[in-house]
């Protein structure tokens, strides 16, 4: 076709955002629809409902080729491609909830217009699910004309963060249809992104050396299969990391010089092989467990993914352990805990291993006082079952405190001069749950995670992320 597409992308989270704010950088018509209107009106003023690097500067910057609606009538009828990004929350015993998913398919199908327009599952969804909302189009659709749209999988890799640079320039795009119009369709979309001499927007610029990505074609329940099997490889790596590095500490050797050695594997890498507090957010948790529990369904057992959730919750264990090595007794004891997201770049809290800390230290009587450079806010609407205090900086955190837990590694807390922020403790004790204070300090006691003491500071530095 000679006409650009147009686009609606249903559902406003990180997803639905990330997808609708770079299409219209590409130049597309895009609408975002979502059923609540305080984030519609928000994003109306050019507001985005999270934090976010860089996406609010292209959000403005993309204005003119973005429209927010709460009504699909006003999106759906004229839309070429049809993204479904709505939540799929957990439920008791991992399954993902997809009553969103159903809704937002049944309210696409009663605007379907008749022609061709392709349906695509952005959300991670389990596998079948791609078959169940073409059933659910079918059924629903007031404008039924057989083999009128098609459904594809498009699964999303994005990381909260850097949503930004991966949407625009990811490793790979996955396109699953059962369907040759679909992928077709999608390619179109896509073209800008698989063309090397494409010039992209002025505020997110190509990475040093970027190739264009690799497009991956394949069934719709393979697609839906790569999304899940891609995070749960990931959170396994993880949690290999994490074992081997309980391991190092028991034989005097240091997971970050251990790491650094195997990476130069080709076959293993360095990346996701950071150990520390584990790991949380809104993904690998939540696609872990609905694995399993797709095995579940089938009588198929899945033990490797069962051990990385497992590591994965003895690893935040082991943080609050190793402070009472130190403060046997944490009743009344002063804790600052630097850090509440469950990484940098993010305020999201989603999974954080900062809550289960934070929640056994009060259950054992310490007072905690927190820091996060951006969490704070968020942590005062989603943590208010959790008793802490807020401290504005690093400094009124750590004010006469007896021990200073590091639970995300901010570039602020990676950049801290120890020396001078020990010296406000009543005593100079750190937990430093991400191996990110590399000089040892004059005077105190760091703990670290599968480090060796003695090595801190000479361990090779970039062996991870
Ligand atoms: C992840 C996937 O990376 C992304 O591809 C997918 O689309 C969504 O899930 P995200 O949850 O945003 O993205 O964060 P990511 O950067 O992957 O980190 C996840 C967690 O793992 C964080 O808590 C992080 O601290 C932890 N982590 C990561 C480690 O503990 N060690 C590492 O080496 C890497």
């Known amino acids: ?23 219209a950088s590409l130049g597309y018509d895009v609408v975002g629809v979502d059923i609540d209107e305080r984030k519609v009106e928000m994003l109306r003023r050019g507001e985005l409902p999270i934090y976010e690097p860089g996406l609010e500067d292209l959000l403005r910057a993309s204005a003119e080729r973005l429209r927010w609606t709460s009504d699909y009538a006003a999106a759906i009828p004229e839309a070429d491609v049809i993204f479904i990004c709505v939540g799929t929350p957990p439920m008791a015993g991992g399954a993902p909830n997809l009553q969103y998913v159903a809704e937002a398919a049944q309210s696409v199908a009663r605007h379907l217009n008749g022609k061709l327009q392709v349906v695509v599952n952005k959300s991670t969804v389990p596998v079948g699910t791609g078959d169940w909302v073409s059933r659910l189009l079918e059924e629903h659709a007031e404008n039924y004309h057989a083999n009128r749209y098609v459904v594809v999988s498009n699964p999303e890799f994005l990381r909260e963060g850097t949503a930004l640079h991966d949407s625009l320039y990811p490793d790979r795009i996955v396109l699953g249809s059962d369907r040759p119009q679909g992928i077709a369709r999608m390619r179109e979309l896509y073209a800008p992104l698989l063309d090397q001499t494409f010039t992209p927007p002025a505020c997110a610029p190509r990475p040093e050396g970027y190739t264009v990505p690799e497009l991956v074609t394949t069934s719709l329940s393979s697609a839906e299969m790569i999304k899940y099997a891609a995070n749960a490889f990931l959170a396994l790596k993880i949690s290999f990391a994490n074992e081997i590095a309980g391991l190092c500490e028991c034989v005097n050797a240091d997971i970050l010089e251990v790491t650094y050695g195997i990476g130069f594997d080709r076959r293993i890498g360095h990346r996701f092989l950071a150990a520390g507090a584990g790991w949380g957010g809104s993904c690998f948790g939540k696609d872990t467990s609905a694995l399993i529990s797709t095995g579940g369904e089938y009588g198929y057992a899945m033990p490797i993914l069962e051990a990385a959730i497992q590591i994965n919750q003895r690893q935040r264990h082991l943080v609050v352990n190793k402070l009472q090595r130190h403060l046997p007794r944490l009743q009344g004891k002063r804790v600052a805990v630097l850090g509440l997201a469950f990484k940098p770049n993010t305020d999201d809290l989603r999974d954080a291993p900062a809550h289960d800390c934070i929640a056994r230290l009060t259950a054992l009587g310490a007072k905690v006082r927190v820091h996060d450079p951006v969490a704070l806010a968020a942590a005062r609407r989603e943590w208010s079952h959790l008793k802490y205090d807020e401290a504005q900086s690093v400094e009124e955190a750590l004010r006469g405190a007896d021990a200073v837990l590091v639970m995300t590694e901010w570039p602020e807390y990676c950049a801290l001069d120890w020396d001078v922020a020990l010296s406000g403790m009543r005593n100079a004790l750190v937990i430093d749950t991400r191996n990110v204070i590399r000089t040892r300090p004059r005077y105190g006691t760091v703990e670290q995670i599968g480090r060796r003491p003695t090595l801190m500071g000479a361990a090779p530095l970039e062996a991870s992320a």
């Open 1 to 23: 076709s000679t006409e650009a597409l147009k686009v609606a992308v249903v559902g406003t989270g990180y997803v639905g955002m990330g997808t609708a704010v770079m299409l």
